[in-house]
């Protein structure tokens, strides 16, 4: 029997001794000021239990994991027209990169790198407000996980607002192109209100699992997205999750992932659970390094790989 309490004991336990943990996100002066010594770990699985360790119920940014979220709403909104404005390979480049959209035709490369996030953003404002938009994000959120504890923290979205200038470049560029389909102001918003959620590990597991239980929400036995499209949702996770290290978390952690600048990863398995990992310090490609030489250790000791056990 796989005993995932003792593991996720175990592994918090041998990274404690971690000298080299990376290096904090410090282009958002709100996130520089996060201590990396802090690692947390939950996982929580399609039949109800819960595991945790360190940090796991201590709040951070979740950043970019919001994509994840906001992908899925978008795609009900519109279906698969939504492809028709980003597309869903890889990018090869950096998270923020702008060489791809003027070759592209502002048409970002996939869901999850920032320009494409952005257009995502704009799916979902559909003509209302910022504000409420960012409500619904938040409502969405809240009912994925079953937890209404969950809040923005505004600190961080002002600290993204004041110094988003390559986030505003590429939104400009896209709506030079026709990409946007509102005020640039008003689709940043939203973005960076979304990033700046913050949730606990224990939070983001809980609300991954909609992806590893075929689109239906466990917690609240409600239906969240069709089978076909958490399919859909966990390839561009695979492909795209970690930016230009989504090859290399594929070869060894061989499940669909997102991160964050925040130090933060969502996993899912599969018909089995979801995963949240935080630690602030990062790889060169803004990737949580802990959380991943978490993950490596996790995946080894359970067999959990979609690319068999
Ligand atoms: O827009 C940004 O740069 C951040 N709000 C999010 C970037 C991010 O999390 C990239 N992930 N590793």
């Known amino acids: 029997m796989l005993d ?3 593991l996720l004991n175990d592994i918090s336990q041998t990274l404690s001794n971690q000298t080299d943990r990376g290096k904090v996100a410090d282009y958002i002066p709100e996130l520089a000021k996060q201590d990396n010594q802090h690692f947390g770990m939950a996982i929580a699985t399609i039949d109800g239990q819960l595991f945790s360790t360190g940090d796991a119920f201590e709040p951070f940014s979740i950043q970019s994991i919001s994509k994840v979220f906001t992908l899925t709403m978008a795609l009900g909104k519109i279906g698969d027209k939504l492809w028709e404005r980003v597309g869903r390979e890889p990018s090869g480049t950096a998270f923020n990169s702008i060489v791809q959209l003027e070759q592209e035709r502002g048409v970002p490369r996939n869901p999850f790198i920032n320009a494409g996030a952005i257009v ?6 559909a003509d209302h407000q910022p504000k409420e938009t960012i409500g619904e994000i938040v409502r969405f959120i809240r009912c994925l996980a079953d937890d209404d504890s969950i809040m923005i923290d505004e600190d961080v979205a002002q600290s993204e607002g004041d110094t988003g200038f390559r986030n505003a470049a590429l939104a400009n560029y896209m709506r030079a192109f026709g990409n946007l389909h509102h005020p640039v102001e008003e689709t940043l918003d939203v973005y960076f209100h979304q990033c700046a959620i913050a949730m606990t590990c224990v939070q983001l597991a809980r609300s991954g699992l909609y992806l590893a239980n075929g689109g239906m929400n466990p917690l ?3 239906k969240v997205v069709p089978r076909h499209r958490v399919r859909r ?4 996770m695979m492909t ?3 930016y230009d ?3 290399e978390f594929a070869f ?3 499940l669909p992932g997102k991160s964050g600048v925040g130090g933060g990863i969502l996993v899912i398995v599969p018909d089995k659970a979801a995963i949240a990992v935080w630690s602030p310090g990062l790889d060169p490609n803004g990737n949580s390094k802990l959380g991943t030489m978490a993950l490596e250790m996790l995946v080894a000791k359970t067999g959990w790989n979609v690319f068999g056990a």
């Open 4 to 6: 995932l309490q003792s």
């Open 120 to 125: 995502v953003s704009d799916v979902v404002l």
């Open 220 to 222: 609240t036995a409600s």
């Open 233 to 236: 949702i966990n390839a561009i």
């Open 240 to 242: 795209c999750g970690h």
């Open 245 to 247: 290290g989504s090859g």
């Open 252 to 254: 060894c952690v061989g």
